[in-house]
Structure formats: structure tokens, C-alpha cells
């Protein structure tokens, strides 16, 4: 564990779920990254505060843990969370629109299976016929 861990409950705390992948396709794992990006832009946090950050970069996840952030100063303590949402809005747009894409394809592959099955169905139905 990156040293976030649960809260009281067992339940994670809210910089746990931040750091967290998406889950498995699926309706819920796609509600829950849309959640989370509106939390993250409820943030406002402005763009050109993070014109220099790459929104490929690993160092704001790896570095942002609880025991990292309570031994650094003040402006750092701040500024490496805001950095990671802003990284983090950019991979769960990501997420949030391939999630989209494979719930389509889930969909629509159960929408072409049924009507293989009817149409299945109705041939031996002719056959007998």
C-alpha cells in the first residue's frame, strides 16, 4: 500500500480513490469515473498553472502519498496534490470515454448475440415447417 490506506469504516479515503484505476468496463466503474471528474473540476483548477506538467507523468502519483505530503512544507504539500489532480483530470477523461467506448461494444455485441439466438430460433422454426 502507498501509505494512504482506509479510513475509519474500511472505507478509502477520498486521495486513495483519486490515485485509483478504474475497474473493470461496466455502467458502475464509468459512473464512478464521471463522479470523479466532476469532483475534479469542481477544484477549478486553472490550466496555465500547469502549462510545464506532462499529463503522461508518473511523479505526482508515485510522490503523493500521506507520509510524503506530511513531511513536506506548506507550498510543496499544496502544489503536489493540485498537480496530481490536474494529471489525474486528464487520465480520467481518458478512462471515462474508453469505458464509453467498451460499454457501446458490450452492448452491442449482446444486441447481435439475441439476434443471432431469435433468428436461430425462427430457422428452426422454418425447418420444422
Known sequence: MDGD???AGGRRSHFTELKADPGAP??????????????????????????DVSRRSSGPRRRSTRRN???MKPPRRLTLPA?????RQAEITNSVVD????????INTRAER??????GAELKKVNRA
Open 26 to 51: 461496466g455502467l458502475e466503474s464509468l459512473l464512478a469515473e464521471v463522479n470523479e471528474l466532476e469532483r475534479m473540476r469542481q477544484l477549478e483548477l486553472d490550466a496555465v498553472l500547469f502549462v
Open 69 to 71: 505530503l506530511e513531511r
Open 83 to 87: 498537480t496530481l489532480c490536474h494529471v
Open 5 to 7: 490506506g482506509a479510513v
Open 114 to 119: 439475441k439476434v443471432e439466438k431469435e433468428l
Open 99 to 106: 469505458l464509453f467506448i467498451q460499454l457501446v461494444l458490450k
